[in-house]
């Protein structure tokens, strides 16, 4: 892994930044700014996925022939780097991140023509079916049922906390087609068109009053078997292949860095009884616990970058990568509400925030740290709770 910055790194560093001061709006970078939730919204991600599109630049993970840069970890690494820095808005990974990587890997030729530039273009917005009532962490319990007939499947049945469905108009879906052997054995991947007759979508409002996540229902939905992604009853394996690139795989600790160096402005501005709240021991031992394992982070994400430049994948490492992750986002939310003190009180979401006229009681940045906080909450179950992928590491990783 060679992760040196050469003269023409330190070029294209400076090529980014000039793309970034010219192509990032101030609008998208505000909207970035008050993003409380897990995903950008759609219409903020979009533009900025357009205008990525637009240079070549959106998906540099992908293979060069789909749109890919081509380019070597170390520029993946100081492109996200730059990115996070500039405060540009994340892409939504569903679609780019997720089913891409499960396309290249078990997608038939035509499936890859069709879907991969749609999804490049924003024509496809997709969301992901895994989750059921009662199927979680336990996924390969799921009984969303796919039963053939003639050409198509019929799928009953439904998905729960589904991100970003009331957008979507793909599911990406883990069905299930045959009962009578081992539960892992009888899953087979669909992809839905969520426009069939029969889906419908109930939004879920969750405890920092967003709507992030939904129920999807299927009713007699019917899906050509040219929909099926993989041989039938294999769905599995893609199905954990996909959970490696959502849980690693990405680089986290770009914007965790520049969210620990903002905190870090912060607490040096807001003052305590007269003086930094930084100069608070208790404060400062915490923020400097997070900038260490955010600089261990970054190591293994690099790691993990140099795995998949090398044709592999993120590998077990990934369910090590999101716990360090999640529990570095869950701090800094901490620390955040506690150095916004009392204003962190008048709680707003950012859909109330954005029809809010009157002046922001207290500082500005305090006006998202509550949705932010709480929001963060949530990151410790979705992408796989924080217990299961304990076990995973002690199993896969540790051999234990
Ligand atoms: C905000 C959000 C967004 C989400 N988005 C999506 C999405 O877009 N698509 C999708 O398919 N799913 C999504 N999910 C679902 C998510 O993947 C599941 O919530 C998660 O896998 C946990 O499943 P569960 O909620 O059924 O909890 P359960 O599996 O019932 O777990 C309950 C508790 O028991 C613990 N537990 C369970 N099994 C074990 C074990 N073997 N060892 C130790 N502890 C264990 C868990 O850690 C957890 O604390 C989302 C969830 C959230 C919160």
């Known amino acids: 892994m060679d992760l040196s910055f050469s003269e023409a790194d330190q070029q294209f560093r400076e090529e980014v930044r000039d793309f970034l001061d010219a192509h990032l709006t101030e609008d998208l970078r505000r909207a970035a700014q008050r993003t409380t939730t897990v995903f950008a919204d759609k219409d903020v991600a979009m533009r900025w996925q357009q205008i990525l599109v637009e240079k070549g630049w959106a998906v540099p993970q992908w293979p060069v022939e789909y749109g890919g840069t081509g380019w070597t970890i170390t520029q993946k690494f100081i492109f996200s780097e730059e990115c996070a820095k500039a405060g540009a808005p994340g892409l939504i990974p569903l679609g780019l991140r997720m089913l891409a990587p499960v396309l290249f890997r078990y997608g038939t030729d035509e499936q890859k023509s069709y879907y991969l530039p749609r999804m490049l273009a924003g024509e496809d917005y997709w969301c992901q079916g895994y989750s059921e009532p009662g199927a979680g962490s336990d996924l390969s319990s799921l009984r969303c049922r796919a039963v053939k007939d003639g050409d198509d499947y019929i799928v009953n049945g439904t998905k729960i906390w589904t991100t970003h469905a009331q957008f979507a108009d793909h599911i990406f879906c883990l069905v299930r087609t045959d009962d009578t052997v081992k539960p892992q054995a009888g899953i087979t991947f669909l992809l839905i068109d969520m426009a069939t007759p029969g889906v419908k979508v109930e939004p879920i409002i969750t405890m920092a009053n967003d709507h992030e996540v939904n129920q999807v229902f299927f009713d007699d939905v019917r899906v050509p078997q040219a929909n099926r992604v993989g041989p039938e009853n294999e769905g599995w ?164």
């Not at 490696?244 to 009884?273: C, H, I, P, W, Y």
């Not at 620390?335 to 009392?342: C, D």
């Not at 709770?385 to 051999?399: P, T």
């Open 237 to 400: 394996t893609a199905a954990k292949y996909l959970l490696e690139f959502e849980r690693g795989g990405g680089s986290a600790a770009a914007g965790l860095k520049v969210a620990a160096a903002n905190l870090r402005k912060t607490a040096t501005e807001q003052l305590v009884d007269g003086e930094p709240l930084i100069t608070q021991p208790g404060f400062a031992r915490r923020l400097n616990a997070i900038d260490i394992r955010v600089a261990s982070l970054e190591f293994t994400e690099k790691a993990g970058l140099a795995r998949l430049a090398a044709g592999g994948s993120p590998g077990p490492e990934s369910s090590l990568m999101k716990n360090t992750s999640v529990e570095l986002q869950q701090a800094v939310a901490e620390l955040m509400l506690e150095a916004a003190n009392y204003y962190a009180m008048p709680h707003a979401n950012k859909i109330s925030m954005n029809a809010y006229n009157d002046p922001w009681v207290g500082p500005e940045f305090a006006e998202t740290v509550t949705p932010r906080y709480l929001n963060s909450r949530a990151a410790s179950v979705f992408g796989g709770s924080k217990e299961v992928q304990k076990n995973i590491v002690a199993k896969v990783v540790l051999g234990l």
